[in-house]
């Protein structure tokens, strides 16, 4: 539990988040008693998959790396979670664990509460629940348009999707042009693209050799004219 200085401060950061001003004052102080607050370090897991599904967390800083994994144990979904974003939104009401392993790409900070009580929120509060039903539509409809345009038997064409999507979704404003401001690997870039490592690296090779991409120690750096074909 936070202390009440720290209560204070996350109160405030908790006044910043989407759909707080629709919960009611005794929702609001509920969360409040009982929201919880940690910082992850680089290359920690936050939470691991199939570990008991506890709480509902929200990113205050730094970013996220979401990973399935399948019977194998090699990585069969990556994805990734930037500031103020909530999560997990899958399996809500339905699932008692987590279906997948969450990594700091950076150093990082959340903010978060038991599981039982958002859900309650979902229940009691039919505003919230829309609005948490429309964040939903959005991600759905988000991934929904990727998987349209990489359905591509071009493992080309769908290693430039996943680096469009990126940098349309991740990217930060630079002096000429945009960057993913967290480390990828070619192997993670692969995975997303549903190709081969080697593809992933020949494709990112010549857009790089073409100057419409920079790639230096994992980190990817979009040229303005990249950017504006995007």
Do not use: W
């Not at 990126?166 to 993913?180: A, K, M, P, S």
């Amino acid at each position: 539990m936070i202390n009440p200085k720290q209560q204070r401060i996350f109160e405030r950061h908790l006044a910043h988040v989407p759909g707080s001003h629709i919960l009611k004052a005794s929702e609001y102080k509920k969360v409040v008693s009982c929201l919880h607050y940690k910082k992850i370090a680089k290359g920690q897991n936050l939470v691991d998959q199939h570990d008991d599904r506890n709480y509902t967390f929200i990113l205050k800083k730094g970013f996220l790396k979401i990973r399935s994994f399948d019977a194998k144990e090699d990585a069969s979904y990556v994805s990734f979670l930037s500031p103020n974003m909530l999560f997990p939104l899958r399996g809500m009401f339905v699932d008692s664990r987590y279906c997948y392993t969450v990594t700091a790409l950076t150093n990082a900070e959340v903010i978060f509460i038991p599981t039982k009580t958002f859900e309650g929120l979902l229940k009691s509060n039919h505003k919230f629940s829309l609005m948490i039903i429309k964040k939903m539509q959005e991600v759905v409809s988000e991934e929904e348009i990727f998987i349209q345009r990489a359905l591509t038997p071009s493992a080309t064409k769908r290693v430039e999707q996943v680096l469009k999507y990126l940098n349309n979704h991740h990217g930060i404003e630079l002096e000429g042009g945009r960057q993913i401001p967290f480390p990828l690997t070619i192997k993670e870039i692969a995975t997303i693209a549903g190709t081969t490592r080697e593809t992933a690296d020949q494709v990112i090779h010549e857009l790089v050799d073409e100057t419409e991409l920079e790639y230096s120690r994992k980190y990817l750096f979009f040229p303005e004219i990249y950017t504006e074909e995007a």
